[in-house]
């Protein structure tokens, strides 16, 4: 029977209670006693020069307390970059400055220009209309190509050209493999883009600054999913605030997909402009700032060359990747294609010789940064596609072919220098076929075209590295903060226990799942637990929530501090019952003397501590609360194989999805519901990438998808219901829980899926020549495809 509690059951999340009654706490629910609002002016064009920002009028209008402009930024940091990459020749990459406002030149639409703040938002909006702005527009570079051709524009006057980085990995390979491609018996070459997103959390982002001149602290109300992160960036980087001196809280969040991990221009804004003004300043994002301010995802253009021998065997790959990186750089976006990416280009087969080479390139368009996924999804989608293509073109099944490739022997030492500790991709793809129901396949393409539709099959294999870790290897790759957690378990004198994570929950159920881990180590119930997080005020520094790290990491945190708690308890509970702490077990919320009837109830221990009548002081300090922090040694490398069946009509292009099936190896399980529900939200942003979603601009950089009108987000009719499994568990090794991520898996294996099963579906009605069709899939472009 399922367990009911504990590792491996399925309680319901305790946070919905209050998300669904509408009783959550949310950024924007945060009002302060003379409460300002601000309203940014942003730019309309993609690329100008500032010649002159007037203010007067606007300054004079009723409501208005002050404007900011980019000159009451001069003696302020920059936002800063998290990562710095070095290049294929040992270089640094160029990094620019990114002004909290613009100086001088504004670099695409929605850069922001002034900074009105006034008694309420409508005042600071009307007053925005009265700046009177002179920008000499200069020409905008949109493509990545054309951005790193001679005599293209400049983005930033101060660098040498938009070229960031030409990174190369393994550059040790690169002949190796350019020898391997010259050898191969068969070669595939495929060019493809992954096209660029919008996040779209439900949430948009809100900012709230306070200060507090008695103690000249300031406090940052923030959409965040990582408090302490923005705290050290903001604090140390930007405002030159001491981190004693600062308070970052991110209260309950609506979904971050990636976009709530950096650090934002309103953030810092508004901490600054709070300080200046002694009063609250609030920022309330509206949706279409969201699409022209947020950081978005993807935007690569990439070839990808897969060689093979005579046996059919994967010789070699080669890829060329060119990464839009935006006008500025985002926190984490120089790691997203190179370190996130290249080094998950083994995929889940053994491939002896890898050559990967990225040029991240700026242009006038929206920062680009970590997006659900982040450079995993995009290194999946090359190289499934191009093996489903090679399989098409060698006459041979795509599953067999991946069979015969897959990795069987661990640990694997790829050659982009990760080793995947554990996995067992046949087994994922035996799973796969039977829920699937594979064998019913041709019944049920012939019952479509009964109809006048085509039917597809798509299969496709992912693995993924997440948890990412160690401190001391991303340091050394250019991380410029280490990728720890921390826990503080605090153990009450009645029993109950506070745990303080530096992992910030946005719609994972860290407030479930987490209970459930400690609540099976004590033996106690999960109700007596809670959980806080997203304050940097009530807990030790963490690094946050991103990456599918929340359990391996910061659960490891807690596992760590837990196992102290235990141990000095065993302490404690062997001076009440008069025995050896070596001979104390914990069982059923008890502590036992092993092989006797002899216990003691948690709740006697815990008041014990408090209370400590019957042990040496001198032997036990008093009291009941441990700290850990945990590096990991290693990624976890989640794995799985997924089927998508379509259905696609001839006469318009349009493509529905049938059938979704999902079989991962996620490791150890805590809450299996949680684990499904993660799978279903990631496969369904899949889907919106491949059919529906995508962020376009027009040659003068201005975004014509900057709304819901033209932005296709999916909606429950284009997604079907799925068949999920995560029963091939292959724990990880190197974690005490045994756990690897699950966040990401359905954003990473979807895409591929889906476009090899449209693929397969026109190849069933003899449209042989059609090889490829870039994302998304939108009806126009699979019925042009058709019908070239």
């Given amino acids: 029977m399922p367990k009911d509690h504990g590792i491996g059951a399925s309680p319901k999340r305790r946070e919905d209670l209050r998300f669904l009654t509408g009783t959550g706490n949310y950024t924007d629910d945060i009002n302060l006693y003379g409460q300002l609002y601000v309203h940014f002016l942003r730019s309309d064009v993609a690329h100008g020069r500032l010649n002159k920002v007037d203010t007067t009028d606007a300054a004079a209008m009723p409501g208005v307390v002050r404007i900011f402009t980019g000159d009451d930024f001069a003696g302020v940091g920059g936002l800063p970059c998290g990562w710095q990459v070095t290049d294929k020749h040992g270089q640094p990459m160029q990094e620019p400055g990114h002004p909290v406002l613009a100086q001088g030149k504004v670099r695409h639409v929605g850069d922001p220009i002034a900074a009105i703040v006034a008694d309420t938002y409508e005042q600071a909006r009307d007053a925005a209309e009265a700046i009177v702005l002179d920008i000499e527009e200069l020409p905008a570079v949109i493509d990545m190509k054309a951005a790193v051709q001679d005599g293209a524009p400049k983005v930033h006057d101060d660098l040498t050209s938009n070229l960031c980085y030409d990174w190369g990995f393994v550059e040790e390979n690169k002949a190796a493999t350019d020898e391997a491609f010259k050898n191969a018996a068969h070669v595939t070459t495929l060019e493809l883009v992954n096209n660029r997103l919008v996040a779209n959390p439900m949430e948009p982002r809100v900012a709230v600054g306070d200060y507090n001149r008695s103690t000249d602290k300031s406090t940052l109300y923030t959409t965040s999913q990582n408090p302490h992160v923005i705290r050290l960036l903001m604090g140390a980087f930007v405002l030159g605030i001491p981190e004693h001196k600062l308070r970052v809280v991110a209260p309950d969040v609506g979904g971050g997909f990636g976009t709530k991990i950096f650090h934002y221009a309103e953030e810092a804004f508004c901490t600054f402009a709070a300080r200046q003004l002694k009063r609250p300043v609030k920022w309330t994002s509206t949706r279409s700032e969201a699409f022209m301010s947020d950081a978005h995802g993807r935007?690569?253009?990439?070839?990808?060359?897969?060689?093979?021998?005579?046996?059919?065997?994967?010789?070699?790959?080669?890829?060329?990747?060119?990464?839009?990186?935006?006008a500025y750089l985002s926190t984490f976006a120089p790691s997203v294609p190179t370190w996130l990416h290249g080094t998950l280009m083994a995929g889940n087969y053994r491939t002896p010789l890898i050559y990967v080479n990225v040029k991240a390139v700026f242009t006038n368009t929206v920062p680009v940064d970590?997006?659900?996924?982040?450079?995993?999804?995009?290194?999946?989608y090359q190289l499934e596609r191009v093996i489903d293509k090679a399989a098409r073109e060698l006459g041979v099944d795509p599953i067999k072919l991946r069979r015969q490739n897959f990795i069987t022997q661990f640990p694997y030492a790829t050659p982009v220098a990760v080793e995947y500790d554990t996995g067992d991709y046949v087994a994922t793809m035996d799973k796969l076929e039977q829920i699937a129901d594979l064998s019913g396949f041709e019944a049920r393409r012939k019952a479509s075209e009964a109809k006048g539709k085509l039917r597809g099959l798509g299969i496709n294999c992912y693995i993924e590295a997440c948890g990412i870790a160690p401190s001391n290897l991303v340091g050394q790759l250019g991380a410029r903060a280490g990728l720890y957690e921390s826990a503080t378990v605090r153990v009450n004198a009645t029993g109950s226990i506070s745990v303080m994570t530096g992992s910030h929950s946005h719609g994972q159920g860290h407030e479930t799942a987490f209970p459930q881990v400690i609540a099976e180590m004590l033996g106690i119930d999960e109700s007596m637990i809670e959980i806080v997080h997203g304050d940097t005020a009530k807990g030790p520094m963490g690094m946050g929530t991103y990456g599918s790290?929340?359990?391996a990491v910061g659960g490891s945190a807690m596992v760590r501090a837990t196992e102290k708690i235990i141990n000095k308890a065993k302490k404690i509970a062997a001076h009440l019952m008069e025995a050896s702490d070596a001979d104390i077990e914990v069982?059923?919320?008890?502590f036992h003397v092993a092989g006797t009837d002899k216990s003691v109830a948690w709740g006697d221990v815990t008041l014990a501590a408090y209370v400590p009548h019957n042990y040496p002081l001198e032997d036990i300090e008093p009291g009941l609360e441990e700290t850990a922090f945990y590096d990991p040694s290693n990624f976890t490398y989640p794995s799985g194989a997924y089927c998508c069946e379509v259905e696609v009509d001839p006469d318009t292009g349009r493509v529905t999805i049938e059938r979704f099936s999902a079989a991962d190896d996620f490791g150890?399980?805590?809450?299996?519901?949680?684990?499904?529900g993660q799978v279903h939200g990631g496969i369904g942003q899949g889907i919106g990438q491949a059919l529906l979603e995508g962020a376009v601009y027009d040659d003068n950089g201005q975004l014509l998808t900057g709304s819901y009108m033209d932005y296709a987000m999916p909606r429950a009719s284009d997604v079907p219901f799925y068949t999920v499994d995560h029963s091939c568990v292959t724990p990880c090794t190197h974690n005490p829980l045994g756990v690897k991520g699950c966040g990401e898996a359905g954003a990473i294996g979807s895409p591929p899926a889906v476009v090899n099963a449209v693929i397969d579906a026109l190849h069933s009605a003899g449209k042989t020549n059609v090889t490829h069709i870039d994302m998304p899939l939108s009806p126009n472009r699979v019925w042009a495809a058709m019908n070239a």
């Fill in 587 to 590: 069982k059923d919320g008890k």
């Fill in 549 to 551: 790290r929340s359990l």
């Fill in 370 to 380: 970590a997006y659900r996924g982040a450079g995993r999804p995009e290194a999946t």
């Fill in 299 to 326: 935007d690569h253009v990439t070839k990808i060359e897969l060689a093979l021998d005579k046996d059919n065997n994967f010789t070699a790959i080669r890829t060329e990747t060119y990464a839009n990186m935006g």
């Fill in 668 to 676: 150890n399980i805590i809450n299996p519901m949680i684990v499904s």
